[in-house]
């Protein structure tokens, strides 16, 4: 995850800093992920498309891994179960971008 300073959509360029050098990149080369303002049990941020588990002791049965979305009608985010105040039971495994084969399994 990284923290861009700006977007410019009139020239579709990023940047961010790493370091003291300013970096620059095409938009359309990243993808950007919305931030749900939730953290999982490890403290660790929860994005729109974020792969995320179910503590399995605390819930029990298999497929327990589920995208976090953004849901429409009930316009809040959806974890695949349970409320949003119940994120100390779940740990983020990745995104669907990098890791969708963790869906499958």
């Not at 990149?25 to 931030?35: A, V, W």
């Not at 939730?38 to 819930?59: H, M, P, Q, Y």
Request: proline share 0%.
């Amino acid at each position: 995850v990284t923290t861009f300073l700006s977007i410019n959509f009139f020239t579709n360029e990023i940047s961010w800093h790493e370091g003291e050098y300013e970096c620059f990149e095409d938009i359309s080369k990243i993808i950007l992920m919305q931030s749900t303002g939730l953290t999982d049990k490890n403290g660790e941020l929860v994005f729109e498309g974020d792969i995320v588990e179910f503590d399995k002791e605390a819930w029990g049965g298999e497929g327990n891994i589920f995208a976090v979305q953004w849901d429409e009608k009930h316009a809040c985010w959806c974890f695949g179960g349970g409320s949003n105040s119940e994120m100390e039971y779940r740990t983020v495994l990745g995104n669907v971008h990098q890791n969708g084969d963790l869906l499958n399994d």
